[in-house]
C-alpha cells in the first residue's frame, strides 16, 4: 500500500514541478538569484533530479545513474525543453524502480547511509517525497517573485 502512495505522491509532485518550469514566461528567470534567494529555480529543479535519480534510480531501480551534485548547483541556462525531458525521465525512473519493491523491501535498512543513523528504506522514501515538497514549494515562490 506505502509504495503505491509513493509512486502517487512523486508522480503528482514531479508533474507539479514539469508545470512550474513550464509556467516560466522568460525561460532566462529560470536561472535569476538575487541577494534573498540564493539557488536558482533551474538548479532546484537539476538537484532534484540529481537527488532522484541517485536516491531512488540507481540504488533501487539499479539505473547506474551516476550523479555530479555539484554541477546541479553549477550549471545554468539549460533549456526549459531539456529541464521538462529531464523531469519526465526522471517520472518514468521514479515509477519503475517503485515498482521493483516489495511491502517486505520498504521495512529493510536503506542501502546508502546518507543521514548520521541508518534508515529504512520506507523512511528514505518517505523523506525523499518530502524534500521533493520542500524545493517545489521554494520553485513556486522564485517563479512568482521573480518571473515578472
Known amino acids: 500500500m506505502l509504495i503505491q502512495t509513493l509512486q502517487a505522491l512523486f508522480s503528482r509532485d514531479l508533474n507539479r514541478l514539469r508545470l512550474e518550469i513550464e509556467l516560466y514566461k522568460n525561460e532566462n528567470n529560470l536561472w535569476l538569484i538575487d541577494e534573498q534567494i540564493i539557488n536558482s529555480a533551474g538548479n532546484l529543479c537539476l538537484h532534484l533530479i540529481g537527488n532522484?535519480?541517485?536516491?531512488?534510480?540507481?540504488?533501487?531501480?539499479?539505473?547506474?545513474?551516476?550523479?555530479?551534485?555539484?554541477?546541479?548547483?553549477?550549471?545554468?541556462?539549460?533549456?526549459?525543453?531539456?529541464?521538462?525531458?529531464?523531469?519526465?525521465?526522471?517520472?518514468?525512473?521514479?515509477?519503475?524502480?517503485?515498482?521493483?519493491?516489495?511491502?517486505?523491501?520498504?521495512?529493510?535498512?536503506?542501502?546508502?547511509?546518507?543521514?548520521?543513523?541508518?534508515?529504512?528504506?520506507?523512511?528514505?522514501?518517505?523523506?525523499?517525497?518530502?524534500?521533493?515538497?520542500?524545493?517545489?514549494?521554494q520553485i513556486n515562490y522564485h517563479r512568482r517573485l521573480l518571473d515578472k
Not at 536516491?55 to 529541464?83: C, M, Q, W
Not at 520506507?122 to 517545489?136: D, G, K, N, P, Q
Request: avoid cysteine; charged fraction near 25%.
Open 52 to 137: 532522484l535519480n541517485t536516491y531512488i534510480g540507481a540504488e533501487i531501480g539499479k539505473t547506474n545513474y551516476v550523479r555530479n551534485r555539484p554541477l546541479e548547483f553549477s550549471l545554468k541556462h539549460i533549456s526549459k525543453t531539456d529541464l521538462l525531458q529531464k523531469i519526465d525521465d526522471t517520472i518514468s525512473v521514479v515509477n519503475n524502480s517503485l515498482e521493483k519493491l516489495s511491502e517486505e523491501d520498504l521495512k529493510k535498512e536503506y542501502s546508502i547511509l546518507v543521514f548520521e543513523e541508518k534508515t529504512t528504506t520506507e523512511y528514505f522514501l518517505v523523506h525523499l517525497a518530502t524534500h521533493l515538497a520542500y524545493h517545489l514549494g
